[in-house]
């Protein structure tokens, strides 16, 4: 079992910056593949970034160039640097915690881009 809680999400004006946390505890963290997705209302969540237990990235193209996935293991925690923000990351952001078939989801933390 991993237990996963994200945080730093909030109101942020277009162009500016927020930076997301997702503390893991329960399990080895190392081990996990370690993603971001967001649900915007009306619409599916969808994979924003992830990163393997290599720390090899991936991105969805809407957000290359924008935001940056981090993982620091010794602290079982992973991060979503997110720049340049626009109106439409505006969505509730869930850290995802992967290992083969298993997945494990946080409970989610809103992102509101808006002036």
């Known amino acids: 079992q991993v237990q996963l809680v994200e945080s730093g999400g909030g109101l942020v004006q277009p162009g500016g910056s927020l930076r997301l946390s997702c503390a893991a505890s329960?399990?080895?963290?190392?081990?996990?593949?370690m993603g971001w997705y967001r649900q915007a209302p009306g619409k599916q969540r969808e994979l924003v970034a992830s990163?393997?237990?290599?720390?090899?990235?991936n991105y969805a193209d809407s957000v290359k160039g924008r935001f940056t996935i981090s993982r620091d293991n010794s602290k079982n925690t992973v991060y979503l640097q997110m720049n340049s923000l626009k109106p439409e990351d505006t969505a509730v952001y869930y850290c995802?915690?992967?290992?083969?078939?298993?997945?494990?989801w946080g409970q989610g933390t809103q992102v509101t881009v808006s002036s």
């Open positions: 995802n915690a992967r290992l083969s078939w298993i997945n494990y």
């Open positions: 329960g399990s080895i963290f190392s081990v996990y593949v």
């Open positions: 990163i393997a237990t290599s720390s090899s990235t």
